[in-house]
């Protein structure tokens, strides 16, 4: 370690205990990773345990200059998480607590080590609910998915993790201490630095607490499987429940080499014919939504399903959702070289999305897998091969920007929910302004102008 | 007029078309007004056609240092678009259509100068929604609306204007023009601009055209008017609504006051001990919507009202509504002075609110009339005298100070829809820390570094 690191450890040490600081190479090792497949080693973590061990980091990261890389749960698929610079990692694993539940206000205190899932459970036994749902919400943290603005499948209907977070505790990277948003349900004091906090990948500020907005748990849930010949009539059959008033909780689908790979997975017998799957998940009272599946079966069926399929147990819609949860990593173990992207496009482009990706794939001998959250017109486009070598990953870096050609030709954008990080640094030029980005520099520039705070993410 | 102002005019006149400029008196006090008591006459009215005429005047107003001052339709009510410092009003009344309504993707393209009622009912010919709705929806525009993050009694279920806001092309002060947010349903490419924008009161760039996310539009609505001995019972109603997982559409409420004035103003008999009215909506389909009711009812009997009452046919609802949405007017016209303010509280809170405003007013000699958003915990405090004159409205000041002291006490906001502009700047500091205010302060440096966008409003 140089001495500038070692003074900086060593004085944090003194301030905030060497319980919550560590630099053996075990530990960091076990903090080297995200969801991508890049590694980098951290050269220090800090486990804190209150905001103002965090504060006194921050200014001990501004007085020697330190990186200091915010860390969930390391689940994101953008690089967000690493310390591409070497730095200090900081883990929120000792601030994994609910703090308050409040259900005459429904609105829930939360730190931001919290697992999502653990926080699903919570609720659930008080009968609330709060709906953003990543595929990795067995795993990945609060905090992470502010820092991400994460969605899932439920996010059609509800909306993602911004629409459910009334405010929030920020350190600065000066080490002050800050209140964005409200506890309220409303508030329109002052600029929304609460929104402009979440999603920035950890690079504003550091989460320490969220104020989440709560709704009443759904008690009945239908999820229905529909087999489609084309996407086309997927899309058709969507326009057909919105004019029918059916805003179903989820819609997701999933293609052909996906549904290839789903047969023997699930306990349902899939058409052989079968171009497009659709997921459809209704919620609310028994008889409504018994009555709105029925509409929208025949919906379905006016626009060529060739079946549809109610899992009608909770057994089975829990086995359907499992694999579709780990649907990535399904992909990954079948292959030896898988990139995935989460692109978005109005729902009405999303024929043409695909049409243009398995276009893209045939010209860069690629095989494209496409599902994802169809509502949403967020497709996860993935490009695989059975080799990976070096000409391999040129070959994906070409085919992606085509895709992202594509995606913001068609009026989408080319990150629905995993961000910016380090993955798609090189192509934020594709989809925003230079004035656009000078902005954002500017902005990082107030918040942090030592550059400490996850520094080299989303751009340089 | 100054010489420098003089050629500011002449250069833009040149540039954009003199139907576009006006300076004459009559046009000039047409504009001197919002929704505030306060006037102020601008030096010019500037009526642009397009962005690029907007982008052409802010070049200008960068050269010689004018004050451009957005204004939509002027029902604001915390004093955002009036032309304190001087300089020029810019009118969005020529840039009012609907450009495109897209029903697949359920989106729709607006010009900021649409009023909101005429999207609603451009929408509803669709079968689509927009549920913001602030009380002032038949008048005020999109982009005041938008500038504001305009709430309303349907926010409760469906959220505020920032929630339906997807993406908008903005024109900067130095005349670039950007895109933030996106056209899709999602998109977390880099700072969230778009939120940033979206009530920052027109200071930080001006919204020319905004991408709406829109849902179907509900088919049944059934209205209930409950009425209370006490405000503990109606927040006790509110909680059985949840544990029920009743949602509905809109809850207001309304305080004795409020209640007396009401009478003889709506076709309904008031119970004479009725100490507070509260409106119930549901939307939904029928069969559900009249058992939820009956629930809701069920419960609201349970907690001590005195009596419900359906306004079963759209005449009395829209009756109903209509008194509703002039109530600010109807307390007007009986008193001389009036002040009201939006603040907000979390939902349990609120009884001791009303409690402290009514010690606040006797301790001032008001009379306090409250109302509003019971969802949201958002109440319009009014102080209301028989007398106006300087000694009222310095004890207007105090007294508010106290309602905001009390209302942040209670873990408030003091401001859930109207905004900061120049009504509310004396007490930002009571919510906002130093930090927090110094950083809004530069981000507003970084977009209007000569402070020509909106100067002097949220903070000097």
Avoid at 28 to 55: C, H, K, M, W
Avoid at 192 to 218: C, F, H, K, Q, Y
Avoid at 310 to 322: E, I, N, T, V
Wanted: proline fraction near 4%.
């Amino acid at each position: 370690m140089e001495k500038n690191f070692t003074q900086f450890i060593e004085e944090l040490i003194q301030q905030i205990g060497e319980k919550h600081v560590y630099t053996d190479e075990e530990r960091r090792e076990a903090y080297n990773f995200d969801g991508t497949d890049y590694r980098y080693l951290p050269e220090a973590v800090v486990e804190p345990a209150t905001t103002e061990q965090i504060s006194k980091l921050m200014k001990l990261a501004t007085k020697y200059k330190i990186a200091v890389i915010p860390r969930g749960t390391g689940t994101g698929l953008s690089g967000g998480a690493l310390a591409t610079n070497g730095g200090v990692i900081l883990s929120f694993l000792k601030m994994n607590k609910i703090i308050e539940i409040d259900e005459v206000n429904m609105t829930a205190r939360v730190q931001p080590g919290l697992i999502n899932l653990h926080l699903h459970e919570a609720l659930a036994e008080k009968g609330l609910y709060y709906p953003p749902d990543p595929a990795s919400y067995d795993t990945s943290s609060i905090g992470g998915n502010i820092a991400e603005d994460a969605g899932g499948p439920h996010c059609y209907k509800y909306g993602t993790t911004r629409d459910y977070i009334l405010g929030m505790e920020v350190v600065l990277p000066n080490g002050e201490i800050i209140r964005t948003g409200v506890k309220t349900r409303k508030g329109v004091v002052g600029y929304d630095l609460n929104n402009l906090i979440i999603s920035s990948e950890g690079t504003l500020g550091i989460v320490t607490e969220a104020v989440l907005r709560l709704i009443p748990l759904p008690q009945n849930i239908m999820t229905m499987l529909v087999f489609f010949p084309n996407i086309e009539n997927v899309i058709a059959s969507m326009t057909g429940f919105s004019k029918n008033r059916i805003v179903p909780g989820t819609m997701e689908f999933m293609d052909k080499a996906c549904v290839d790979l789903l047969r023997g997975r699930i306990q349902f017998t899939i058409p052989d014919e079968t171009q497009v799957l659709m997921i459809i998940e209704l919620d609310g009272e028994s008889s409504e939504i018994e009555k709105q599946m029925e509409t929208a079966g025949e919906i379905c069926f006016e626009n060529e399903a060739f079946d549809v399929f109610l899992a009608d147990s909770s057994h089975k819609r829990q086995g359907l959702w499992d694999v579709r949860r780990s649907f990535r990593e399904i992909i990954k173990e079948t292959v030896k070289y898988k990139r995935a992207e989460d692109v978005v496009v109005p729902i009405s482009k999303i024929p043409e999305l695909l049409a243009g990706n398995y276009a893209i794939a045939e010209k860069y001998d690629f095989v494209s897998y496409n599902y994802g959250h169809l509502g949403d017109g967020n497709v996860h486009a993935n490009m695989t091969n059975m080799v990976k070598n070096d000409d391999v990953i040129r070959r994906g870096h070409h085919a992606f920007k085509e895709v992202f050609e594509l995606t913001l030709n068609l009026g989408g954008t080319i990150s629905g929910e995993h961000g910016i990080g380090i993955t798609k640094k090189p192509y934020l030029g594709m989809e925003l302004s230079e004035e656009s980005i000078r902005i954002q520099k500017e902005i990082k520039k107030i918040f942090d102008p030592l550059n400490i705070l996850n520094p080299g993410k989303i751009f340089d």
